[in-house]
């Protein structure tokens, strides 16, 4: 039986309309989802003689738990007779059986079934009250010594605290790890915080938005017209403008966003937004909104620029065509005209812009800026927004680089970063690549850590997606004119991948593909597939046998498939889904947010961890899973970080990913899936940025038509920042 989540739950046909309760142990829990709390388990009822399928949404449930539910008989047409229940309220065992079953499965860090046995033996019916009440007693049992107690008894109390939490929220669709968060950052006051003020959630708690805390505060008798619900809506429209890269948005338009998404007066709204803006979490420009933040982000930017510009370089200034003459011997390379320029005026100016597409010698002029600075006994420190960039920029150089996160240093407890103003780095030059990648609010942290005396190098593409966070900085910096830049044209990696290259410029001038006569020679292929099945069909093959057979490439770790988008047939989810079973279809494993977790498996972080200096789009091997202790360790670059099972829904498996999570990412091969199913996101600069991500091969599994109509496609979606008309002020 593989039943479906509460999203798309199963076809009924009603049996009985009456209401019945339903008293029984439960034996097994079939399925579950941690997100909606939608469960489907199995039941020995008093008085039938077969187990009974209970499904419906509850707070939380165990194997040996008195389960009590209340609902109505139906037909499944396919599982047969099921109990689908309004409500389920679990209750602990009173059994030793029951206890046994309850404790050996899983619920309880440092619990087993071995140990579950130990300790029913020891203490019999009385071992929940023990752990409760005398848990120091614990340690009488063999195996269990004062660490172990410790973890059992902050175990115990945690899912007592997370289940009063899920109870409370239960109508709501707060999952586990949702609930479980909600304790870990409130405490035992979570209940009467969430009382007083609901939509703290939705500021607070990571993967709770402000639908979920709007349906509590309903819930709990908020008026729908209340100024807190007014102001908690408002700030959550900008936030949601904010997640599509804008800066700021009129005045108006906030009124009536916010109008249409809380039903209540535009009086109320306004009077609000007063209340907003007075107390600073809000900033008003002209007509104008800002989130506080990105507005001083913006205006930290800007004024960093001109005040790094206007300050004394640091060290002695370098005679340019001196040094560019060295780096060439030095290197043995020759620069052409458009380089030496480039080089020039880096090497001249105290902020400076280089910006290009594959293959124009920007690395070069990265690895020839860093030979001539530390010829010079120069400080040199170079970054970039991701550790795949970072890492290639530092193989490249032969010189460390470091992320933008790992530089400046967060510090978890304060929530800011080490180095700032008030403690600002030490290097004499900065070197920052892929920085179409870097928002707003990354640039500013970054530009507050340099001393006014250093000079800064900006590299990037600024042809590729912008950031995912606000802004759109190299492009406002470029159009600015207030930093001296030079765009890189002449194409140099004719050998090392011509047909990669010369695509990639091709689709950024608007042209179509031009495909190789010779495939045996060529780094790049299409291959035509016109409906989601043969796409998918091809894929496989393509990732499994046919890449690794004919280049050599090993199917786990070079090769990365890239799609436009997450959801759907065709989306990352359901391509990791099917990669999975094909390249890692067996190993320890356990299921948790609709994701089977498996030794093997290719694991992509998808948000910033400070305390686990882990970030968004860092990419590990899982490498361990321990079912006793509720815990997995993911191998990030030879570094081993520890999961709790309860923040998995920070791991997404990456043999898939989209095409926005790849950016700033190389990879030795890369397949790119490209329909018309992907109709409204075909955009140049999407299919531009995928077909840079390819190293040595590249091929496209799609339609000719799906290709041209991106192609064709250079519609960039204006972000609304002001950083421009600041630079240039």
Wanted: glycine letters at 6%; hydrophobic letters at 40%; proline letters at 3%.
């Amino acid at each position: 039986m593989k039943p479906a989540d509460n999203k798309k739950q199963p076809e009924i046909e009603k049996a009985n309309d009456s209401q019945e309760n339903v008293n029984g142990i439960v034996e097994s829990v079939i399925y579950r989802s941690e997100e909606t709390g939608y469960t489907v388990c199995s039941v020995k009822v008093t008085g039938h003689q077969d187990n009974v399928t209970v499904v419906g949404n509850c707070a939380a449930v165990w194997v040996g738990e008195t389960l009590k539910a209340r609902g109505k008989w139906v037909r499944h047409k396919q599982h047969g007779f099921q109990f689908q229940a309004d409500t389920i309220t679990c209750i602990a065992p009173v059994t030793e059986g029951g206890i046994e079953k309850y404790l050996g499965s899983g619920m309880i860090k440092g619990i087993g079934k071995v140990m579950a046995k130990r300790l029913v033996k020891a203490f019999g019916e009385e071992t929940l009250r023990i752990i409760e009440k005398e848990s120091q007693r614990l340690e009488e049992v063999d195996g269990i010594g004062p660490t172990r107690r410790k973890m059992i008894k902050e175990s115990w109390n945690e899912q007592k605290a997370v289940r009063d939490i899920m109870i409370f929220l239960q109508s709501h669709t707060v999952g586990t790890a949702q609930a479980t968060r909600i304790f870990k950052h409130y405490g035992n006051e979570a209940i009467a915080l969430i009382t007083e003020d609901p939509y703290r959630l939705c500021r607070d708690i990571w993967g709770i938005g402000f639908k979920t805390a709007d349906g509590v505060a309903m819930s709990i008798g908020i008026p729908p017209d209340s100024e807190m619900r007014a102001r908690a809506g408002i700030v959550h429209v900008l936030q949601t403008l904010t997640e599509e890269g804008h800066c700021f948005c009129t005045d108006d338009e906030l009124i009536d966003y916010s109008q249409k998404l809380l039903e209540i007066s535009a009086d109320v709204l306004r009077s609000a937004l007063h209340h907003e803006i007075k107390r600073q979490a809000l900033v008003q420009e002209m007509d104008r909104i800002f989130l506080a933040p990105i507005y001083d982000a913006e205006i930290t930017v800007a004024s960093r620029i001109r005040k790094l510009q206007n300050t004394a370089l640091g060290f002695p200034p370098i005679i340019s065509d001196k040094a560019i003459s060295w780096a060439g011997k030095n290197m043995k390379v020759r620069f052409a005209p458009m380089q030496e320029e480039a080089l020039g005026m880096a090497l001249s100016e105290k902020v400076s812009i280089i910006t290009g597409g594959p293959g124009v010698g920007k690395t070069t002029i990265i690895r020839a800026l860093v030979d001539v600075f530390k010829a010079r006994n120069l400080r040199v420190a170079l970054a970039a927004p991701t550790g795949r960039a970072a890492k290639r920029m530092e193989e490249a150089t032969r010189h460390h680089a470091s992320t933008l996160h790992r530089m400046l240093k967060y510090i978890p407890t304060t929530g800011y970063f080490e180095h700032g103003t008030a403690h600002q780095l030490e290097e004499d030059v900065f070197i920052l690549d892929e920085v179409s990648m870097v928002d707003i609010q990354l640039m500013a942290a970054f530009l507050n850590a340099i001393p006014d005396r250093s000079c800064l190098v900006l590299v990037g593409d600024v042809d590729q997606l912008p950031s995912v966070g606000p802004g759109n900085v190299l492009r406002d910096m470029i159009d600015s004119n207030a930093i001296p830049s030079r765009k890189l044209e002449t194409i140099f990696r004719q050998q090392a991948g011509g047909w990669i290259v010369q695509n990639a410029h091709r689709i950024n001038h608007g042209e179509f593909l031009e495909l190789p006569e010779d495939e045996e020679e060529s780094d790049f292929f299409f291959i035509e597939a016109m409906d989601p099945e043969h796409a998918i069909k091809t894929m496989i093959e393509l990732v499994k046998t046919r890449i690794p057979r004919k280049f050599d490439f090993d199917a786990m770790n070079d090769i990365q498939v890239l799609t436009p988008m997450r959801r759907n047939q065709l989306g990352s989810e359901n391509l990791n889904a099917v990669l999975q079973e094909a390249l890692n279809p067996s190993g320890t494993e356990i299921q948790r947010f609709g994701r089977k977790y498996r030794v093997g498996d290719r694991i992509m972080q998808i948000r910033n961890n400070y305390d686990k200096d882990v970030f968004n789009g860092d990419i590990g091997r899982l490498i361990r899973v321990d079912t006793e202790e509720q815990q997995l360790v993911v191998d990030f670059d030879g570094r081993h970080i520890l999961y709790e099972f309860s923040e998995l829904d920070e791991l997404v498996h990456a043999y898939a990913c989209s095409i926005h999570k790849a950016q700033g990412s190389e990879y030795p091969a890369v397949v790119i899936l490209i329909t018309t199913q992907h109709y409204k996101l075909l955009q140049r600069n999407l299919l531009y940025t995928a077909l840079t991500r390819g190293r040595k091969l590249v091929c496209i599994v799609g339609s000719k038509k799906a290709i041209y109509i991106a192609i064709k496609n250079n519609e960039i979606h204006l972000r609304r920042t002001a950083l421009k008309e600041r630079l240039i002020i």
